[in-house]
């Protein structure tokens, strides 16, 4: 078992990382090169003011006309993406990990809230999930990758629960669950887990065209 | 593939799409739909199709899938998933029957009305998407036959209406009579090198609506504006090509109308109360030419007429008394931003104005853009069934004492037409212009 896990964060936590920042940077570039080499007006588009006036909407909870349609759903997106973000940044023994690791760290949450976040990231997948097989206009362009993504997400959070609740084999827990949180890593920049990086860009692209050429705003 | 939405879609007749199906092979397919993804797109499609994230946020934004009862089928999402998504899965190898339904989907079933970027949280144009579809759908041969015609007409007379080339002047020449008749030192001045202004209108003008240009020979006359029309080939701003995909057509259109205003040496352009004409000369011709904005002052009517109200050229005899609702046609409003303007005209000809909800950006579409209307009768009953919200958006206005719909925009115009008739709404319907004319001061 203890090899178990100093292979999963050991070598195969630095894969994760390579996979996750090369590729995300790697995804990146080919498309802007891609928009350089075939639809370069594109740039001649993209407004700073405007792409971040589009992007601003779209992250505040309820500043746009579907957000507030839909109340239930914002609030649920905002909380998961949000604690799935919080949540491993700035849980302390992660924090731990690299200040021992590397001789960094920053602020840390306390643990019970990074509970209670884990928490909402899990309740968030189910109730994604529920609506995904639910919703008939979202089970009509499900396919078997959405599940997968799904899973991928939440595994490194419902065995981190487990783990730190202590519930089961803690030392296979804990592997499991470093194991999850690569998994999930390496999987941002090559599923469609990659929204995270290209989002920004879509968005912004929208932004600069209603605002700038339409003159009308996106949300 | 999914299955087709609804049966009569399997039904509908129409020899362009029909006739056009029998001659394809799986292989042509495939070349054509591999080449418009390898050759003509880029990072917009693909990223596009890789950052959605199926969650169907869309859905509620496309009066297609409200008036069908949420028929998951006609969510912007579900149109994509139905067209362009299967063609990029299999890689093109898809059947003739799939070209049939995403001849179907792409050309009626979307108004390309881009209402949906505004509810999608990552910006994802589906009326590109959309439009990609249509662009194989072209290059197959299979477009449906009355916009078909259309494209065609453009192409040989470069003007939508198979409008000859004397019957135009002759036209304006009586129209100008008319007008005398009225005023008697009103001209419609043709051919005038240097004049302020080039006004332009789109082909169904001269052939059905005629008394559209003398009321505007009217308003330029009134307003003291020196003004002009060509009296050759790229007096008709209106583009369906844009519509069908055929690009290169759509090229030829806004390059013969930019150097038409180019050669009679105008200040600016000024548009009749048309969307999509707009939607090509400002957004979308344009840009296939090469110019990142026109290369005119473009202006469409909405924005003259603010400009004349504001500017006192035309003064206002008497308000217009029935209270109007005023449609916010999403290819000069959602495409153009005039909403306000609209409404500054509005107000200032009429008494009584009601909103209809939603409005400004997020109006719904009339169902008749996009080119859809232009498929004709085989596909009428898809418009009125496509947008039932509207009809209860119509009805709404009504019940709040509405009595007469303005839609300055002549597609829109038509496709409400349509709808106020078969959800027998009770509005009559007319264009800025209409009113304008009725109200303004006038010489006795
Ligand atoms: S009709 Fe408008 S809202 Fe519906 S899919 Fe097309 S562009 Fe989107
Ligand atoms: S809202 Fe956007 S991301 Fe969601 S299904 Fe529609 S297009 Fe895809
Ligand atoms: S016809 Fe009018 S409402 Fe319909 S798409 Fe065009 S501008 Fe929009």
Redesign the pocket.
């Known amino acids: 078992m203890h090899s178990f896990y100093n292979f999963v964060s050991g070598p195969l936590a630095w894969i994760a990382f390579l996979l996750f920042f090369g590729g995300s940077i790697f995804r990146i570039v080919r498309m802007l090169m891609l928009v350089a080499q075939k639809e370069s007006f594109i740039f001649t588009y993209m407004s700073w003011r405007y792409s971040l006036r589009s992007i601003f909407h779209w992250i505040v909870p309820f500043a746009t006309v579907n957000w507030r349609r839909q109340p239930v759903l914002t609030v649920v997106t905002f909380a998961f993406h949000i604690c799935l973000l919080a949540a491993p940044l700035f849980l302390l023994s992660h924090v731990i990990l690299w200040d021992e690791a590397f001789g960094i760290s920053w602020w840390t949450l306390p643990d019970t809230l990074a509970d209670v976040m884990t928490i909402i990231v899990i309740l968030g997948a189910v109730f994604f999930l529920v609506r995904r097989v639910t919703r008939p206009e979202v089970r009509f362009v499900t396919s078997a990758s959405d599940f997968v993504i799904l899973a991928i997400v939440s595994a490194p959070f419902v065995t981190g629960f487990l783990a730190y609740h202590q519930w089961f084999a803690y030392p296979l827990m804990m592997g499991l669950h470093v194991l999850a949180g690569d998994i999930m890593l390496a999987a941002i920049p090559f599923t469609r887990l990659s929204h995270m990086l290209f989002s920004p860009f879509t968005r912004a692209y929208m932004g600069s065209e209603f605002g700038k050429v339409r003159h009308a705003r996106d949300w | 593939m999914a299955e087709p939405s609804k049966k009569e879609n399997a039904d509908v007749v129409d020899d362009g799409i029909d006739v056009g199906i029998s001659r394809l092979t799986e292989e042509k397919i495939q070349s054509v739909i591999n080449s418009v993804i390898d050759n003509e797109t880029g990072a917009r499609l693909k990223t596009y199709v890789e950052t959605c994230i199926h969650c169907g946020l869309c859905s509620e934004a496309c009066h297609y899938y409200l008036s069908h009862d949420k028929d998951p089928h006609y969510s912007p999402v579900g149109k994509v998933k139905q067209t362009i998504w299967e063609m990029i899965r299999k890689k093109g190898r898809v059947s003739p029957e799939f070209i049939r339904q995403a001849a179907i989907i792409s050309h009626t079933q979307c ?1 390309l ?1 881009k209402r949906c970027a505004q509810y999608c949280p990552f910006g994802i144009d589906i009326a590109y998407l959309m439009l990609v579809v249509r662009r194989i759908i072209h290059l197959l041969g299979v477009t449906p036959l009355y916009i078909q015609d259309t494209a065609h007409s453009h192409s040989v007379t470069m003007n939508q209406m198979w409008v000859k080339g004397d019957e135009w002047p002759d036209t304006l020449q009586w129209q100008e009579e008319e007008a005398q008749a009225e005023i008697p030192d009103l001209r419609i001045p043709l051919e005038k090198e240097g004049a302020d202004i080039m006004y332009s209108v789109i082909a169904p003008e001269p052939k059905f609506q005629a008394q559209l240009i003398y009321q505007a020979a009217v308003i330029m006359h009134v307003a003291g504006v020196d003004w002009t029309m060509p009296a050759s080939m790229g007096w008709d701003n209106s583009d369906m090509a844009m519509y069908t995909a055929d690009n290169e057509i759509m090229g030829r259109l806004k390059r013969a109308h930019f150097e038409t205003a180019e050669r009679l040496k105008v200040k600016k352009i000024v548009m009749g109360e048309c ?2 004409a707009f939607r090509s000369v400002y957004d979308m011709g344009n840009r296939w030419l090469g110019w990142s904005m026109p290369p005119f002052t473009i202006v469409h009517a909405i924005e003259f007429y603010y400009d004349l109200l504001r500017e006192g050229r035309i003064k206002i005899a008497k308000k217009y008394k029935p209270p109007i609702t005023l449609h916010d ?4 409003v959602r495409g153009g931003g005039l909403h306000e303007k609209a409404r500054y005209v509005a107000h200032a000809i009429c008494e009584t104005v009601i909103e209809m909800l939603p409005n400004r950006e997020h109006n719904y ?6 080119g859809v209307i232009n498929t004709g009768p085989p596909f009428k009953m898809a418009r009125m069934d496509g947008n039932r919200v509207k009809a209860e958006q119509l009805f709404e206005a009504k019940t709040k004492g509405a009595e007469v719909l303005v839609a300055p ?1 002549h ?2 115009h038509s ?1 409400l037409e349509d709808i106020v008739h078969h959800y027998e709404i009770g509005l009559e319907i007319k264009f800025f212009s209409d009113i304008i004319y009725e109200v303004m001061e006038k010489p006795a």
């Open positions: 108004n009305c969307g999509h046609p999403c290819n000069v579409c009339c169902c008749a853009g996009g925009c597609n829109c496709g």
